[in-house]
């Protein structure tokens, strides 16, 4: 009657849709379930926060999800709240109770040999300005890990070819100086030299420009990059940001220490550049699940 009355609660007075109440009905039905299984003797009065936490326990071993346990509990809390407040429950079991911390999905990154083949130039028009500017800002998000909306809002005074530096505006305008190579110092050179021929030169100040010879917009160069990944990788996300997390992998991979790599990523905190540690460890234990005789 307890639940009855909850969902009715939900319903009447909190405006809930059928869809959210059905889900919270289906929660507290299946603890109820749980804990009768347990002690039959047991009532909604009667458990304590232990038998919350078997509860959890019991999903986890099952297979579900941070998230699906936490909306599971969320239900039980909401519940308790409206029975201590209508006095059905002397106490509240579920106060204080933490559901499981959600774990953060690892970020996606595109594989060094399927870069390689797709920056292949025998694979791309190189008298193309539209071909050209596409492999140079996958290049360029590749190879300085800087941000989808830093690069488009370089201009060409930011892009110092002859020392080969490039000077990021990142979040919050903080400035950072971000060092490139050779290849990259070369393909940025090859491209305004056919943006110019391409377009007509007018003095041009932002560095990637659209057809239409205008700062080139999130959207167009979202797409250009997407439509490029589909060629060398399955990858559902294609977005920009992977080549970010691609070059953050790869400079792990080889040997580059954490705090250069959050100094280059433009990151503030150490530990938000630490969850490329755990890819590299993930690739790491998929090379010794393959390599290693008795793994």
Known sequence: MMIKEFLDYLRLERNY?????????????????????????????????????????SMMDKGNIATSINRRLSAVRSFYRFALSRGYVAVDPARGVRGPKAEKPLPQFVREVEMNA??????????????????????????????????????DADVDLG??????????????????????????????????ASMGYKGYCA???????????????????????ARVC??????????????????????????SVKKLLGHSKLTTTEIYTHTTFEQLKKVYNSAHPRA
């Not at 791309?124 to 300085?144: C, H, N, P, Q, S």
């Not at 000077?167 to 305004?192: C, H, I, N, S």
């Not at 205008?214 to 439509?227: D, F, H």
């Open 17 to 57: 849709s059928e869809r959210t109440i059905g889900e919270y009905g289906d929660d507290l039905q299946g603890f109820e379930s749980f804990f009768r299984k347990l002690d039959a003797n047991l009532t909604w009065e009667t458990i304590d926060s232990d038998i919350i936490r078997d509860w959890m326990e």
């Open 118 to 155: 797709l920056l292949d130039e025998e694979t791309w028009r190189m008298d193309d300005f539209g071909d050209v500017r596409a492999r140079t800002l996958i290049l360029m998000l590749y190879e300085t890990g800087v941000r989808i909306s830093e690069l488009l809002r370089l201009d």
């Open 163 to 196: 020392a080969c530096l490039l000077k990021v505006t990142g979040k919050g305008d903080k400035q950072r100086v971000v060092p490139f190579g050779a290849e990259l110092r070369d393909t940025v050179a090859g491209y305004m030299a056919v943006r110019d």
């Open 207 to 229: 560095l990637f420009l659209s057809d239409k010879g205008e700062r080139m917009t999130y959207w167009q160069a979202r797409r250009e990059v997407r439509t490029r990944l």
């Open 234 to 259: 399955t990858l559902k996300k294609r977005s920009p940001h992977v080549l970010r997390h691609t070059f953050a992998t790869a400079m792990l991979n080889n040997g580059a220490g954490l705090e």
